[in-house]
Structures are given as structure tokens and as C-alpha cells.
């Protein structure tokens, strides 16, 4: 739990910058809210469809008393709820999904970023034409040997 979970979250940390992240499949919270513990600035929405989860996340935000995440239980296709500097996911889907399902949300300059496994160039390949991948950046998660990289995407106008 320790290592896969919480660390793993806190690892994308350095490259969040805010101010308004959007979690999308946050599941029950992660990496969006361990990242609003460490940065009370950060205002975050976590977005997951299974209610379970999203009651998981109110309550956990209610007894730790955090006031910088809201909960929001709706599928992605269907949430239009402002725009957001990133857009965040976790073991949400494929690279090609995930920009097609939150294509709308991030600002004109926002960023989406990918938290993955080793395999990913495939699934870099068959990215949109108007999508570029910005930087990738390996992820060093104490007690935890698995292979972790944060993909930071962009709209390629926007990288010059």
C-alpha cells in the first residue's frame, strides 16, 4: 500500500504545478489526493464513475479535514465542469483514450500527464497528430522495483 500507492503518487509531485489538477478514474484517491496533502495550493477534482470510490474519497477528505479536493462521481465522457492546468491518470486507460476523453478539459495551454508502466511507446505512437509528448520523465518510487514514468503531454502548437 505504502510503496505502490502513496509513494507512487507522491512521485509525479515535483511535476504538478497546478493550480487547478483534475484526476481522472481517481479510484479511491489516487495520485490527486496525496498530492493536495502536499500541496494545500493545489486545488483538486478527483473524477471516478464507481460510487463506492467516490464515498471513499468524501470521507477520507472529510476526516483528514482537506479543504483543496472535491469528489465528483460521474463518468469522464460526461463531466464538462470548467478547465483544468492538467489532467492527471493513474492506470485510467490507454494514452489514446484518455486524450480523447478529456480533450476538452484541460486549458489551451494545460498539460495532460500519464502516469505509466514500461510499454508505453506503442501506445505513444498512435497518439493524435495534434498531440506531442513534451517530456518523459523516469519515476524513482522507494521500495517499489517496478518501472514508472510520468509522460507530460501537450497540444503541439503550444511546444515550439
Known amino acids: 500500500m ?16 497546478g493550480p487547478r489538477l483534475l484526476d ?3 479510484g479511491p484517491g489516487f495520485p490527486g489526493l496525496v498530492l ?8 483538486v477534482t478527483l473524477v471516478d464513475s464507481n460510487g463506492k470510490k467516490v464515498r471513499f474519497q468524501r470521507q477520507a477528505v472529510m476526516e483528514l ?7 465528483v462521481q460521474t463518468r469522464i465522457e460526461q463531466f464538462a465542469a470548467g478547465t483544468f492546468d492538467q489532467v492527471i491518470s493513474r492506470a485510467f486507460a490507454s494514452l489514446g483514450d484518455f486524450i480523447a476523453l478529456t480533450r476538452t478539459l484541460p486549458t489551451s495551454e494545460g ?6 508502466g514500461p510499454g508505453v511507446d506503442d501506445e505513444l505512437d498512435a ?13 524513482q518510487v522507494p521500495y ?12 503541439k502548437e503550444l511546444c515550439k
Open 2 to 17: 505504502i510503496s505502490r500507492h502513496l509513494l507512487d503518487s507522491a512521485s509525479v509531485a515535483p511535476f504538478v504545478s
Open 24 to 26: 481522472v478514474g481517481a
Open 36 to 43: 493536495a496533502i502536499l500541496n494545500p495550493d493545489l486545488a
Open 65 to 71: 479535514g482537506i479543504n483543496n479536493v472535491t469528489p
Open 111 to 116: 498539460q495532460w500527464l500519464a502516469m505509466k
Open 127 to 139: 497518439l493524435p497528430e495534434d498531440i506531442t509528448l513534451q517530456a518523459r520523465h523516469l519515476l
Open 144 to 155: 517499489d522495483a517496478a518501472e514508472r514514468q510520468l509522460l507530460i503531454l501537450t497540444q
